[in-house]
């Protein structure tokens, strides 16, 4: 068992490593021969003279002139050299941070997944933060269904939802749809979300942008330094970026003991690369990030109009946040010779949360507060073969993750909550002959939770351990270097748990969920290389499912979804180019519960039978840009079998934007939901009244950058 000592002040710990950082990199700056570099999607780890670095700078100003904006990349089968995923997988490079402000933007550039104002987006028709819900959630500990990676460490559920990272100096964003249990492990039977932040570099860099956006009076900024601080042997990048101003969710009345519809979000983050001439095949980076996030995060409505974007039921009570991540990693790799590779990954994450509750009328009996702490420690060692021409490529690891929460409020429920979870896994690729090869790996994962946690009606005391086998196996076959094919078949699963009953305060718990995916991919490259495709064919055979069902965690006995994702990319030019997306999804429950037969053949929540995108870009030899995107999102219910539940869904909405970039500043102007469209999406009947999480009505926003 790994048992760590964290400081009591890792705050203002993190806050004094960022602030000496900056210093002593301000410090050698002033010593060192300023060498321009603007943003490069490359991490510079291999040595670089002078002259390289010039050489950088001049191609990515050059860039500039062009008016660069979005590149985006979307591949079928990725073979990369630390895993093989040959899974549908959408990879959005250089996105724009202000139109795609976090994971949640995203879903428009994704087929079958949909997202929402606040929570994990659902891909294929699994509900990406699991079956529960709020205090269902809290109360269960049940488990978010797609996982999200950031750097390599995982998000817990509250993390994400409550704190969200932003896209601010990232270098890229990839979904991966379909379970990812092989290696990506926990919380992944829905897919997976990877985001990874760029790296220092050994060369100067520098950007800045200031913004606003009408939906609510948003003001944006951002700023980014990166340099050599020792050359050619250590380098360092700081950022920063926040969010301030109002939810477009206006909330009337005089008596709320807080503001329910301020926003407020800021993120900084420091990293350090180490790439020691000494050693000169190891590179070690180290990471430390704070972010923070305050007031509105449910976007909620309430009737008889929903898009009034008002929230004024006294009956209703509604919350706002003030949640914190502090987190500390390092990352070592080593080349041990030129077929193998080590990697080695620690991460430390200490999360704090608080929610307050109120109505309008500031009612005493709907005053409430509540307040979760967290701290996590990822472990994860990763062995990469990967020999220049050779016919087996693979990645083996361990991996260990434990999470230590206590939850303290005046809402009824109280307690704490132990998780561990220790696996070993294995994923690879061999060449049998000609174009074919096998595709074989498998993960073997224990997951323990102990929770214990008192709640006014009932008390849920439960010590449940979980060994699953997760194995994958199929078959590629290459055509010719620009088209191949691939089928394949894995499992996943995600945890049970244990609940209380809402109405008799019994306990109860529910099992594990697994599914079996079989995936039929296709890639090629037509019209010399300008027009790219991908197409995915799946089948999944869920047993278990879980699901949420009057107030209760119920096991679905056996449910399965079809679905058919077709993406393309066209460059008409270097500067035009156009791309789009469609998902076809069928989902059924082809057995229901004894005592909830009238879910029998019903679909799946969150899961509508089609999306499509469909978007161009377009950049100018004087340095004027323009881009459009329209998203397709068909019906769907927010809930099985729940005569609570709002038909949501089926909205068009289209983004659009327009700039000029210049070899040192960039103007963007851009529209987001053009037409204005109603966005539902989630809706509930209560007892008190309809109310609705809607998404954002039209805005129009302008950002500003500078970068050298």
């Not at 003279?49 to 050489?55: L, P, T, W, Y």
């Not at 079956?131 to 809290?138: D, K, M, R």
């Not at 006995?557 to 069928?586: I, Q």
């Amino acid at each position: 068992m790994l048992a760590l000592q964290t400081s009591s002040h890792p705050k203002k710990y993190f806050l004094l490593c960022t602030a000496l950082t900056f210093v002593s990199a301000m410090t050698l700056q002033c010593l060192t021969k300023q060498a321009f570099a603007s943003e490069n999607t490359t991490a510079t780890t291999n040595k670089q003279d002078a002259k390289q670095a010039h050489k950088a700078a001049a191609e990515k100003n050059a860039a500039n002139a062009a008016g660069s904006t979005e590149s985006i990349v979307v591949i079928g089968q990725k073979l990369g050299r630390l895993q093989n995923t040959n899974s549908a997988i959408t990879v959005l490079r250089k996105l724009d941070s202000s139109e795609y402000r976090s994971l949640y933007d995203v879903v428009n550039r994704v087929p079958n997944m949909i997202g929402n104002a606040a929570d994990i987006p659902t891909i294929r028709g699994v509900t990406g933060s699991g079956a529960g819900g709020g205090v269902f959630t809290i109360m269960s500990g049940s488990r978010p269904r797609t996982a999200v990676i950031i750097d390599g460490l995982p998000e817990t559920y509250a993390g994400q939802r409550y704190a969200d990272s932003g896209t601010w100096d990232m270098e890229q964003v990839s979904v991966l749809r379909g379970p990812q249990a092989t290696t990506q492990g926990r919380n992944a039977i829905g897919g997976a979300i990877t985001l990874s932040s760029k790296a220092p570099t050994q060369f100067w860099q520098a950007a800045i942008r200031g913004g606003y956006e009408s939906a609510g009076s948003k003001g944006t900024f951002a700023g980014m330094l990166s340099g050599p601080i020792i050359k050619d042997e250590l380098a360092f990048r700081i950022t920063a970026d926040g969010v301030r101003g109002n939810s477009y969710i206006h909330y009337p009345g005089t008596n709320w003991p807080f503001n329910p519809r301020e926003i407020s979000q800021t993120s900084v983050r420091g990293k350090l690369l180490w790439t020691p001439k000494a050693i000169p095949k190891l590179s070690v980076t180290l990471m430390g990030w704070h972010r923070e996030q305050q007031g509105e995060y449910l976007y909620t409505s309430t009737a008889p109009d929903l898009f009034n974007y008002r929230f004024d039921n006294t009956n209703m009570n509604t919350r706002v946040t003030d949640s914190s991540v502090d987190e500390a990693s390092l990352r070592a790799t080593y080349q041990i010779s030129n077929a193998l590779s080590n990697q080695l990954t620690y991460g430390h994450v200490w999360y704090d949360a608080v929610f307050r509750q109120s109505n309008a009328l500031g009612s005493a009996n709907t005053l409430a507060h509540f307040a979760l702490k967290e701290q996590n420690n990822t472990v994860e060692d990763r062995f990469i073969y990967a020999p220049a021409a050779s016919r087996l490529n693979a990645v083996g690891g361990l991996y260990y993750f434990n999470r230590d929460q206590d939850i303290k409020s005046d809402l009824g429920v109280n307690g704490p909550d132990k998780e561990r979870t220790y696996a070993a896994y294995v994923d690879g690729t061999l060449h049998l002959v000609a174009g074919l090869n096998l595709i074989a790996g498998a993960r073997v994962e224990r997951e323990e939770q102990k929770r214990d946690v008192a709640l006014s009606w009932g008390k849920v005391q439960s010590d449940i351990g979980t060994t699953m086998f997760l194995p994958k196996g199929g078959l590629s076959y290459t055509f010719t270097p620009v088209t191949s094919a691939s089928f394949t078949v894995r499992r996943g699963y995600n945890p049970g748990g244990g609940a209380i009953d809402w109405n008799t305060g019994s306990y109860y718990q529910y099992n594990k969920e697994t599914v079996t995916t079989y995936e039929l991919g296709g890639h090629t490259e037509l019209l010399d290389r300008k027009l790219n495709l991908n197409t995915n064919l799946f089948y999944n055979d869920y047993h278990s499912y879980q699901d949420l069902i009057n107030y209760t965690f119920v096991n679905i006995p056996r449910g399965r979804s079809l679905g058919l994702e077709a993406e393309a990319l066209y460059n008409f030019t270097k500067s035009f180019r156009v791309f789009g997306g469609l998902g076809l999804l069928a989902t059924k429950i082809t057995q229901a519960p004894t005592q909830y037969q009238s879910v029998q053949g019903q679909k799946f929540s969150n899961a509508p039978s089609a999306t499509l995108n469909v978007g161009l870009e377009k950049t100018f030899k004087n340095g004027l840009f323009l881009g459009a995107n329209f998203n397709r999102v068909g019906s769907y219910a927010p809930q099985i079998a729940s005569g609570q539940s709002v038909i949501s869904g089926n909205y068009n909405v289209l983004n659009a934007n327009i700039g000029y970039t210049a070899r040192y500043y960039t103007l963007r102007f851009y529209i987001k939901n053009l037409t204005n469209e109603h966005i539902l999406y989630s809706g509930q009947k209560l007892w008190s009244g309809v109310q609705g999480q809607v998404g954002q009505p039209r805005a129009f926003g302008f950002t500003v950058d500078g970068h050298i």
